[in-house]
Nanobody
């Protein structure tokens, strides 16, 4: 059974940083591409970043390019999202996804 558990969200001031983690279990993590999505109130869920199985190829939405970095540690079955230069528009629930499964999400709020 695929399980994805996000952590690391919280309240941060504009310009600050957070690192999200996604702990995976129940499937062959190192054989799976992984993604981060986010959903702000009233908005549809949007793709933020994608990473391939080895971490050698990544994709970022234009809105986060240059500020966010996706990475993974296959030895720990964990994916990360380093978020820098956060602004209020980044406020959302962030979800990790793999094999058509979603975690429960972690809230990120950027506010002064």
């Amino acid at each position: 059974q695929v399980q994805l558990v996000e952590s690391g969200g919280g309240l941060v001031q504009p310009g600050g940083s957070l690192r999200l983690s996604c702990a995976a279990s129940g499937f062959a993590f190192r054989s799976s591409g992984m993604s981060w999505y986010r959903q702000a109130p009233g908005n549809e869920r949007e793709l933020v970043a994608v990473i391939n199985t080895f971490g050698s190829s990544t994709y970022y939405a234009d809105s986060v390019k240059g500020r966010f970095t996706i990475s993974r540690d296959n030895a720990k079955n964990t994916m990360y999202l380093q978020m820098n230069s956060l602004n209020p528009e980044d406020t959302a629930v962030y979800y990790c996804s793999a094999r058509n499964t979603w975690g429960q999400g972690t809230q990120v709020t950027v506010s002064s």
